[in-house]
């Protein structure tokens, strides 16, 4: 069964500064890693998806890894801002073709302070 | 090119009733998957829906169903509502069939079980 861990589960840094955020899973036979961002009682929002191909994606300020051989995602945001603020889901998609399951992590909260 | 809607946003019932959530997805996206958020279980799976086919399920009782209409659009129906399905359910549109295609999500509809 796969599991999707996200540590820290909330984050304070000022504004400006560059962080990391760190996803793991359990099982290394995914299609693919996307992650999310979801602000206050809000739906999801797609930032970045690495297929199982690929080591790493870039989108504007955010930079996002995969290595699938240990488990391990990372989301890098470079020169933090206070729109930044919200609750960063990975999710992992895995499972046999019909029966592929999306597991998701429980998010860090992510807080940029002016 | 529009995002996914849902409807409504806010849903009040009691126990014992039912409801039935819409999803319209993206245009041209034909795979419209639901999703359960609450504080406690984070983010699960209910059931993707391609070509008006239920193709996967995720591990929710049969009150949870769905149907998918010829011009996509989806329906979430719960039945005998209880307590515990109090949160907010989300749905997310791909242009094909698999959760291993990149998932676009709607705003939710937040249901509240009195």
């Known amino acids: 069964k796969q599991e999707v861990t996200q540590i820290p589960a909330a984050l304070s840094v000022p504004e400006g500064e560059n962080l990391v955020l760190n996803c793991s899973f359990t099982?290394?036979?995914?299609?693919?890693l996307q992650w999310f961002r979801q602000d206050p009682g809000k739906g999801l929002t797609s930032l970045l998806l690495i297929q199982s191909s690929q080591r790493e994606q870039t989108s504007g300020r955010l930079n996002a890894s995969l290595d699938k051989s240990s488990g391990r995602s990372t989301l890098y945001i470079a020169a933090s801002q206070p729109g930044d603020s919200a609750t960063y889901l990975c999710?992992?998609?895995?499972?046999?073709?019909?029966?592929?399951?999306?597991?998701f992590g429980t998010g860090t909260r992510l807080t940029i302070i002016p | 090119k529009a995002g996914v809607t849902q409807t409504p946003r806010y849903l009040i019932k009691t126990r014992g009733q039912q409801v039935t959530l819409s999803c319209s997805p993206i245009?041209?996206?034909?795979?419209v998957s639901w999703y359960q958020q609450t504080p406690g279980q984070g983010l699960q799976f209910l059931f993707e829906y391609f070509s008006e086919t239920q193709r996967n399920k995720g591990n929710f009782p049969g009150r949870f169903s769905g149907r998918q209409f010829s011009n996509s659009r989806s329906e979430m129906n719960v039945s005998t509502l209880e307590l515990g399905d109090s949160a907010l359910y989300l749905c997310a549109s791909s242009p094909r069939q698999g959760l291993s295609n990149e998932q676009f999500f709607g705003p939710g509809t937040r249901l509240t079980v009195l």
């Open positions: 999710a992992v998609m895995s499972g046999n073709f019909g029966n592929e399951k999306l597991t």
């Open positions: 245009s041209g996206h034909r795979s």
């Open positions: 099982d290394s036979a995914i299609y693919n």
